[in-house]
C-alpha cells in the first residue's frame, strides 16, 4: 500500500495510506492529520492545506501553478518548498512522500 507521511512542526510523524489519484489534502484530511484544514474543498481558495515538501521529493511534486503561486504569496510562512496539499495529485510515484506542516496555517 502506498503512503505519505506527514511530519508536524513539533516533529511528530504520521503515516498515512493512500489511492492513486487522490490529491494529498484529501489524503490528509480522510486520515484526521493535524493541521491540514482544506476548507475550501481543494479550490486552492483558501490556503489551509499548506505544506512543505521534503527536498527529495521537490521533483516528484512538481511546481506550483499559477493560481497556487498567488495563495502562496499570501502567506507569511510561504518557503521556497510550499505547495499547496490539494494541488499535488498522488501517484504510484509518490509512494514514500514525506511533507512538513508549518506551524499554523492561515
Ligand atoms: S484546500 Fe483550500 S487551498 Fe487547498
Known sequence: MATVTFITY??????VPFVEGQNLM??????????????????????????????????????RNATEAQMLEMNPD????????CQIALSAEHD???VNLPE???
Open 10 to 15: 513539533d516533529g511528530e510523524k504520521q503515516e
Open 26 to 63: 484529501q489524503v490528509a484530511t480522510d486520515n484526521a492529520v493535524s493541521g491540514i484544514d482544506g476548507d475550501c474543498g481543494g479550490d486552492a481558495a483558501c490556503g489551509t492545506c499548506h505544506v512543505m515538501i521534503d527536498q527529495q521529493w521537490a521533483a516528484a511534486t512538481g511546481s
Open 78 to 85: 510561504c518557503q521556497e518548498n510550499s505547495r499547496l496539499s
Open 96 to 98: 514514500g512522500l514525506v
Open 104 to 106: 499554523f496555517q492561515f
